[in-house]
Antibody
Framework: QVQLMQSGHEVKKPGASVKVSCKAS????????IHWVRQAPGQGLEWMGW????????NSPQKFLGRVTMTRDTSISTAYMQLSRLRSDDTAVYYC??????????????WGQGTLVTVSS | IQMTQSPSSLSASVGDRVTITCRAS??????LAWYQQKPGKVPKLLIY???TLQSGVPSRFSGSGFGTDFTLTISSLQPEDVATYYC???????FGGGTKVEIK
């Protein structure tokens, strides 16, 4: 069965970086994009970007350009999201999710369990 | 492009028909998905291509619309449907603000 297993809770200080992992199983890793979505406490869903796991291409909205880095290691079917220069308003649950690459199928059919990142001095 | 959901919250009785609206500020044809997020849980895909039910989703959920105006309908609200519902356009990805559904 398809699973996306994320790394555990992180506590970071403002200005630091965090790297969250998302290990895929149950399907061909390079056949799907991995997206990152975050949800601040009591707030809605915010898309942070995707990585094409086949060739490593990435795309993020303007808000996160220069601060988010998405990578993957195909040998272990794992995607990573690093967020730098953390601020207190980056405190959120971070999800990975998968989609097909073609636009007509770029909806998210499986999600990871979420990783809480707490930014506090 | 903006995705505007309404209402932001609603309260209805078990068995009621519930309709949630999502409006895109530009034409997105049918690149529209709906997700359900129960309290403390991971979002779950309900509908894609505006009206196609994801496998395993109860048939009381349905979606409609094309272009800029879309609706998610729950034909007969059940207690297990208490959740926040999000629309998402996926040609260039953006979520709506969410609609919280509660039981009256």
């Amino acid at each position: 069965q398809v699973q996306l297993m994320q790394s555990g809770h992180e506590v970071k200080k403002p200005g630091a970086s965090v790297k969250v992992s998302c290990k895929a199983s149950g399907y061909t890793f390079s056949g799907y994009y991995i997206h990152w979505v975050r949800q601040a406490p009591g707030q809605g869903l915010e898309w942070m970007g995707w990585i094409n796991t086949n060739n490593g291409d990435t795309n993020s909205p303007q808000k996160f350009l220069g601060r988010v880095t998405m990578t993957r290691d195909t040998s272990i079917s794992t995607a990573y999201m690093q967020l730098s220069r953390l601020r207190s308003d980056d405190t959120a649950v971070y999800y990975c999710a998968r989609s097909r690459g073609e636009v007509v199928r770029r909806y998210f059919d499986y999600w990871g369990q979420g990783t809480l990142v707490t930014v506090s001095s | 492009i903006q995705m505007t959901q309404s209402p932001s919250s609603l309260s209805a009785s078990v068995g009621d028909r519930v309709t949630i609206t999502c409006r895109a500020s530009q034409d997105i044809t049918n690149y529209l998905a709906w997700y359900q997020q129960k309290p403390g849980k991971v979002p779950k895909l309900l509908i894609y291509s505006a009206s196609t039910l994801q496998s395993g989703v109860p048939s009381r959920f349905s979606g409609s619309g094309f272009g800029t105006d879309f609706t998610l309908t729950i034909s007969s609200l059940q207690p297990e449907d208490v959740a926040t519902y999000y629309c998402q356009k996926y040609n260039s990805i953006l979520f709506g603000g969410g609609t919280k559904v509660e039981i009256k």
